[in-house]
C-alpha cells in the first residue's frame, strides 16, 4: 500500500487560499522541520464517517471538540494504555485524523495502573455515574434553550437608567455568542466523558474473546452484545405510536395520502380524532422529535421538528405496513435469542473456569456500557445540536440586518472565530452610529468562499495519505471507522479503478450477518430516504438514528465508511438486516436502480450492472 504523503496532495485549481476557512493547526506544514517530519510519518485516513462531504468553515466546531475530548479523556484524564488521541488536518476540505500512539513499550506500562484505578472507578459506579451524566445534559440543553439572543435596538430601553443596569443589549449580544459557543464546548466535555470508556469495553471483550478463539469472526462477537434497549429508539417508536393510534382513530387515510405535512395538518384538524391525534403529536415532539435527518454533525441537517414532513413519511409508511398485517416492531426477542445462543454456544468451549469468569466480567461490562454509546448521541448529536443551529440561526439573522452577511444561511462560510470578529465590528458602529466595515469585507469572502466549496465538494479526496503501518492496530479505528490495512487496499484499488463502471464488487465490514439480493436506492440524505421503496437496499455514507422507519422498507444496507461497531452495523444488527459497512466508495460506484447481492456475514457486495 502506497499513499501520497500529506505536502503532495495539491490544491484544486481556482480555491488557492483556502486554508484559511479553517483553523490554523489544521494545516500540514512544511516551515516546522519537527512537525513535518512528524506529519510524513503518520498515517491520515478521512475521516467520512463524521464529514461525507468537505465540511464548511463554522461546523468545524464540532471537529475541534473531539479533537479535544477525545484525546483528553484519552491521555490526560483516564490514561488509556496504548493510544494518547487523535490528531486532525484538512486537505482541501476534507477532514483527516490520525490516532496518534504511546511507542514505548515501558509508557504504555506506567500508564496501566492510572486507567485500572480511574476507568475501574467509572466501570464500577457506571449506573450513578450516568445518571449525574443525564442530569448534566439536561441542565445544559435548558440553558441553551433559554439562551436569549438579543437584537440592537435604536434606542436602549428607558429601565437600563432606571435600574442601572449598567449593560447594553450590545454587550448582550457579544456574550450570548459567546455563551453559545461555550455552551457548545462544554456539552462536547460531556460527550466523551463515558464514551471513550464504553469502546473500550467493547474492545476489551472483543480482544478477550479473539485470542480465545482466534478463528471467530468479529461479527460474532458483536452479535453477543446485541438486544440490549436504547434511547435512540426511541423516536421511532414514538412514530409508530403515532402510527397505531392514527389506525386506532379511524383517521389514517389522511396520513397516508398526503406528502405534504401542512396539509394533513389542515385536514386532520377539521375533526375531533384528528384533534385528539395532533395532540399526541404534540406531546411527542418534545423532546423526541429533536432528532436530525443526518449525523446532527453539520447545519444543514435538519431536525424532525424543523421538517414535519419527515415524520410523515415514516408515519405513513408504519401505517401502511399495520393495514397489511405487518408487526412493525423490532425482532427485539428474536434478536436477543440468537444471541443467547452464540453467547451460551462459545462459552461452553471454555475449558477454564478463569478464563469463563473474565468472559463473563467483561461481556457483563460491555452490556451495561453498550445504551450509553447510542443515548449520548441522542442528548448530544440531535437534540443539543438542533437546538445549537437554531440559536445560531438567530445570530445569523442579526448579522443579516446590519448587512454583514447576505443570507442567513452565509454564517456557515465563517470561523466561529470569525463571527465573533464580525459581531464586535457590527455592535461598535451600532455603538457609534457608523457604518461597519464588515459589510464590505464579509460578503466578498463569502462569496469567493462559497466557490471553493462548491469545487471542494466535486473533489474526490483520497482515503488516505501518509505512511501506512505494517499492521493498524488501533482498536477503536478499526472496530469504529473500519480502517484496517486490507480495507485501506480495497478503497484503494476501487478508487484507482480506471473504469468505475467495470467494477462488479466492493468489499467491506461484515456488520450484520445475512444475505439477501434487491435494487439499490442511494440515499445521502433525509429527502432521498424519503424515496426508498420496500425491498430496496439502502446505499448510504453512513446511516442516521432518523432514519429507523427506513430500516422497516429495506432489505439490507450498504455504507461507505464504518466498523463492525458504527450505527448502521449495530442498528442492522437489531433489525436482523443483512450489513456491510465500510465499503469506502460503495456510494460513487453503486447507482439507483442496480441490483445488488449482500454478503452480511462475509462482507462482499456484488453488483450486477
Known amino acids: 500500500m502506497k499513499f501520497p504523503k500529506p505536502h503532495e496532495v495539491k490544491d484544486i485549481p481556482g480555491t488557492e487560499g483556502w486554508e484559511r476557512m479553517y483553523p490554523y493547526q489544521y494545516k500540514f506544514v512544511t516551515d516546522d522541520p519537527e512537525r513535518k517530519a512528524y506529519e510524513e510519518q503518520a498515517f491520515w485516513f478521512y475521516d467520512g464517517l463524521h464529514y461525507p462531504e468537505a465540511i464548511y468553515p463554522f461546523d468545524t466546531i464540532w471537529d475541534e471538540a473531539w479533537y479535544l475530548g477525545l484525546s483528553q479523556y484519552n491521555n490526560r484524564i483516564f490514561q488509556v494504555p496504548p493510544v494518547r488521541g487523535v490528531d486532525h488536518r484538512i486537505i482541501n476540505g476534507y477532514v483527516y485524523i490520525s490516532p496518534v500512539p504511546v511507542m514505548d513499550p515501558e509508557e504504555v506500562g506506567s500508564r496501566v495502573p492510572n486507567f485500572m484505578e480511574r476507568a475501574?472507578?467509572?466501570?464500577?459506579?457506571?449506573?450513578?455515574?450516568?445518571?449525574?451524566?443525564?442530569?448534566?445534559?439536561?441542565?445544559?440543553?435548558?440553558?441553551?434553550e433559554e439562551l436569549p439572543i438579543p437584537r440592537l435596538p435604536d434606542l436602549e430601553d428607558i429601565t437600563v437608567v432606571t435600574e442601572g443596569i449598567g449593560e447594553s443589549k450590545g454587550f448582550h449580544l457579544l456574550k450570548a455568542y459567546d455563551d453559545l459557543i461555550n455552551l457548545g464546548i462544554q456539552c462536547w466535555q460531556y460527550h466523551f466523558e463515558f464514551l471513550n470508556l464504553g469502546y473500550a469495553a467493547y474492545v476489551f471483550f472483543l480482544d478477550f474473546v479473539q485470542k480465545l478463539f482466534p478463528s471467530i469472526p468479529l461479527q460474532r462477537v458483536t452479535q453477543m452484545i446485541a438486544g440490549v434497549d436504547v434511547l435512540m429508539y426511541r423516536s421511532d417508536d414514538e412514530l409508530k405510536k403515532l402510527a397505531k393510534k392514527a389506525v386506532q382513530l379511524g383517521i389514517d387515510q389522511i396520513l397516508t395520502s398526503r406528502t405534504e405535512w401542512t396539509d394533513a395538518k389542515a385536514e386532520l384538524k377539521k375533526n375531533p380524532k384528528g384533534k385528539e391525534w395532533l395532540a399526541a403529536l404534540e406531546e411527542a415532539r418534545y423532546p423526541w422529535f429533536h432528532v436530525s435527518t443526518g449525523t446532527g454533525?453539520?447545519?444543514?441537517?435538519?431536525?424532525?421538528?424543523?421538517?414535519?414532513?419527515?415524520?410523515?413519511?415514516?408515519?405513513a409508511t408504519y401505517i401502511n405496513?399495520?393495514?397489511?398485517?405487518?408487526?412493525?416492531?423490532?425482532?427485539?426477542?428474536?434478536?436477543?435469542?440468537?444471541?443467547?445462543?452464540?453467547?451460551?454456544?462459545?462459552?461452553?468451549?471454555?475449558?477454564?473456569?478463569?478464563?469463563?469468569?473474565?468472559?463473563?466480567?467483561?461481556?457483563?461490562?460491555?452490556?451495561?456500557?453498550f445504551p450509553y454509546v447510542e443515548n449520548h448521541l441522542f442528548y448530544v448529536e440531535h437534540w443539543f445540536h438542533t437546538v445549537f443551529w437554531k440559536k445560531m440561526r438567530e445570530v445569523a439573522a442579526i448579522m443579516k440586518e446590519h448587512g454583514m452577511i447576505e443570507d442567513v444561511e452565509d454564517v456557515w462560510y465563517l470561523r466561529r472565530d470569525e463571527i465573533k470578529q464580525a459581531l464586535w465590528d457590527m455592535v461598535t458602529a451600532w455603538a457609534t452610529g457608523v457604518k461597519p466595515r464588515g459589510t464590505a469585507v464579509w460578503p466578498k469572502e463569502i462569496a469567493w468562499r462559497k466557490g471553493v466549496m462548491e469545487k471542494f465538494q466535486q473533489w474526490s479526496?483520497?482515503?488516505?495519505?501518509?505512511?501506512?503501518p505494517e499492521v493498524i492496530k488501533e482498536p477503536f479505528t478499526?472496530?469504529?471507522?473500519?480502517?484496517?490495512?486490507?480495507?485501506?487496499?480495497?478503497?484503494?484499488?476501487?478508487?484507482?479503478?480506471?473504469?468505475?463502471?467495470?467494477?462488479?464488487?466492493?468489499?467491506?465490514?461484515?456488520?450484520?450477518?445475512?444475505?439477501?439480493?434487491?435494487?439499490?436506492?442511494?440515499?445521502?440524505?433525509?429527502?432521498?430516504?424519503?424515496?426508498?421503496?420496500?425491498?430496496?437496499?439502502?446505499?448510504?455514507?453512513?446511516?442516521?438514528?432518523?432514519?429507523?422507519?427506513?430500516?422497516?422498507?429495506?432489505?439490507?444496507?450498504?455504507?461507505?465508511?464504518?466498523?463492525?461497531?458504527?450505527?448502521?452495523?449495530?442498528?442492522?444488527?437489531?433489525?436482523?438486516?443483512?450489513?456491510?459497512?465500510?465499503?469506502?466508495?460503495?456510494?460513487?460506484?453503486?447507482?439507483?436502480g442496480m441490483m445488488l447481492r449482500v454478503d452480511g456475514s462475509t462482507g462482499l457486495v456484488t453488483i450486477d450492472r
Open 120 to 144: 475501574g472507578f467509572y466501570y464500577k459506579n457506571w449506573a450513578e455515574l450516568e445518571a449525574k451524566w443525564e442530569v448534566k445534559m439536561k441542565a445544559i440543553i435548558k440553558e441553551i
Open 297 to 315: 454533525w453539520s447545519h444543514s441537517d435538519k431536525s424532525w421538528n424543523d421538517d414535519l414532513n419527515i415524520p410523515l413519511s415514516g408515519i
Open 321 to 369: 405496513q399495520l393495514k397489511q398485517g405487518i408487526d412493525i416492531e423490532r425482532p427485539v426477542e428474536k434478536v436477543r435469542a440468537e444471541r443467547d445462543r452464540i453467547t451460551a454456544e462459545y462459552r461452553d468451549l471454555i475449558t477454564s473456569d478463569e478464563d469463563r469468569k473474565t468472559f463473563d466480567d467483561l461481556l457483563g461490562t460491555a452490556k451495561t456500557v
Open 461 to 468: 479526496p483520497p482515503p488516505a495519505i501518509g505512511t501506512a
Open 478 to 592: 478499526i472496530v469504529l471507522w473500519g480502517v484496517t490495512n486490507s480495507s485501506i487496499t480495497d478503497w484503494s484499488e476501487v478508487q484507482d479503478a480506471t473504469d468505475p463502471d467495470s467494477i462488479t464488487a466492493l468489499k467491506g465490514f461484515a456488520g450484520s450477518p445475512g444475505i439477501v439480493e434487491g435494487k439499490a436506492r442511494v440515499c445521502r440524505n433525509a429527502d432521498d430516504i424519503r424515496l426508498l421503496q420496500e425491498g430496496e437496499i439502502l446505499v448510504a455514507p453512513t446511516t442516521s438514528p432518523s432514519w429507523a422507519p427506513a430500516f422497516a422498507k429495506i432489505k439490507a444496507a450498504v455504507t461507505d465508511v464504518g466498523g463492525v461497531m458504527s450505527h448502521a452495523a449495530i442498528v442492522c444488527r437489531e433489525y436482523g438486516l443483512p450489513a456491510v459497512v465500510g465499503t469506502g466508495l460503495g456510494t460513487k460506484i453503486i447507482r439507483t
